[in-house]
């Protein structure tokens, strides 16, 4: 049950889908041919022998992707988007936007469906049997009783497929748009991939097996109190209330009543990133939320979100959704 077993599962995959094969490249992007639909897959093998692959396509036909191993493995899968279904030794799920998931499955059947037209934006991470079992032996050092004897093989028993299931918090959708916008290249992607990876991991892994949310602060981040952490609250909520004229920082401090160092570190803590980054998060979420009610042109959509320059405001929405806004509107005003 090496890396390596791992690998080929997901080449058996990517197989069903005329796709080609994983490579050991520390990343690879490939785009999804017309005759599949359109989009794109990223996919890296790490060093440590993940292997984390970024869907983001859309199926040109209802798809059925049909996989059988006699292998053991582990995935642990985030879908932002999409609709569509799997079934794994006779047991269906579906595929459920604004989730998270780890599956164990050992000499399965499994069949994936995916609809017609629908976008899939997804992350998915392949862990290694003996890697997380290697991971486990050392989380649970000095832990007694039924702790002491979580592994692969004793959380998946007799069965041939296990999964858990939890809903994505603030923090961890942070750490899925990091991975989505990574700023580097070459071995410094690989690096940060790599260690974004092993932090949803490790989110994860605590949260499933060891029963603490994933999105809750750590004991070292609850330095905070209770009444700091409504205020950090009511700071996003004065943003998002006055996001076409925000406040500057040490305002916006002012007006919660707490100090401006406090609310910075609150706000990494409550929301993965700082205000103003989550400010210009929900100002173009508005903004593509104006712009598809079809009652509003590029530039009223803006300057009801703060943007006065907008041709700055164009580039960033294309980054963000990988649309110009005024595609939005074309059907509309044309």
């Not at 993965?272 to 989550?278: D, E, I, L, Q, V």
């Amino acid at each position: 049950m090496s890396a390596a077993v791992t690998h080929s599962i997901y080449d058996s995959y990517f197989d069903a889908l005329s796709l080609p094969r994983l490579s050991d490249e520390a990343m690879q992007r490939i785009a999804v041919g017309t005759r599949v639909g359109e989009g794109y897959m990223n996919w890296q093998v790490t060093r440590s022998g993940l292997i984390v692959i970024e869907s983001d396509c859309r199926f040109s036909s209802d798809r059925t992707i049909e996989l059988q191993s006699d292998a053991s493995m582990m995935e642990l899968s985030f879908c932002m988007q999409g609709e569509g279904e799997f079934e794994v030794s006779g047991a269906r799920h579906d595929i459920r936007p604004g989730s998270c998931s780890l599956h164990l499955m050992s000499n399965f059947e499994a069949s994936f469906l995916y609809k017609k037209g629908k976008a899939v934006q997804s992350l998915a991470i392949g862990i290694p049997v003996p890697l997380f079992d290697d991971y486990m032996k050392q989380a649970v050092s000095g832990f007694p009783g039924p702790r002491g004897q979580v592994s692969f093989a004793g959380l998946l028993g007799s069965s041939a497929f296990r999964t858990f299931r939890t809903a994505l918090g603030e923090r961890t959708l942070a750490i899925l748009r990091q991975l989505k916008d990574c700023p580097y290249s070459n071995a410094m992607r690989s690096m940060y991939v790599e260690s974004k990876a092993l932090e949803l991991l490790a989110f994860y892994l605590q949260a499933f097996l060891f029963e603490r949310p994933a999105d809750s602060p750590s004991s070292r981040q609850a330095a905070l109190s209770k009444s700091d952490r409504e205020k950090v609250r009511q700071a996003k909520e004065t943003l998002i209330g006055r996001m076409a004229h925000p406040p500057s920082l040490i305002e916006l401090s002012r007006m919660v009543g707490l100090n401006d160092y406090k609310l910075k570190i609150g706000f990494k803590e409550e929301y993965g990133k700082s205000a103003f980054a989550y400010l210009r998060d929900k100002r173009l979420e508005k903004a593509r939320d104006l712009l598809l009610s079809g009652r509003l042109r590029v530039s009223e959509a803006a300057g009801m979100v703060g943007y006065t320059n907008f041709s700055h405001f164009a580039e960033i929405f294309r980054e963000r959704y990988g649309i110009n806004p005024s595609d939005l509107v074309r059907g509309y005003y044309e």
